[in-house]
């Protein structure tokens, strides 16, 4: 497995988590590396990228409250949410794509995702 997330919980609108993904190898931090959320119900949907130089995109759902960083000597991603909502809920998953100068390709490996639920 190249990706591995954790750090997902059940917590009250207003509180904060702070979810990694683990990855393998040296590979991804040539790549961008992304968090995707899939609602219950609903298709997924991406959250939050940063590239190899360093830019950071957000969707506007979340700018302002979420925080994507990467550790490359530890193969580490987080995404830091503050100020949950109950529409933050679902499973979040981290992925890589490669690059192909400013931009991220396709997003093409995948963790297994980690559940976060807030509760109104």
């Known amino acids: 497995v190249d990706f591995k997330e954790s750090g997902g919980d059940s917590v009250q609108s207003g509180g904060s988590l702070r979810l990694s993904c683990a990855y393998s190898g040296d590979t991804y931090s040539s790549y961008c590396m992304g968090w995707f959320r899939q609602p219950p119900g609903k298709e997924r949907e991406g959250i939050a990228t940063?590239?190899?130089?360093?830019?950071?995109t957000y969707a506007d759902s979340v700018k302002g409250r979420f925080t994507i960083s990467q550790d490359n000597a530890k193969n580490m991603l987080y995404l830091q949410m503050n100020s949950l909502k109950p529409e933050d809920s679902g499973m979040y998953y981290c992925a890589a794509a490669p690059t192909h100068g400013s931009s991220c390709l396709d997003f093409r490996y995948w963790g297994q995702g980690t559940q976060v639920t807030v509760s109104s």
């Open positions: 940063i590239h190899n130089d360093g830019t950071k």
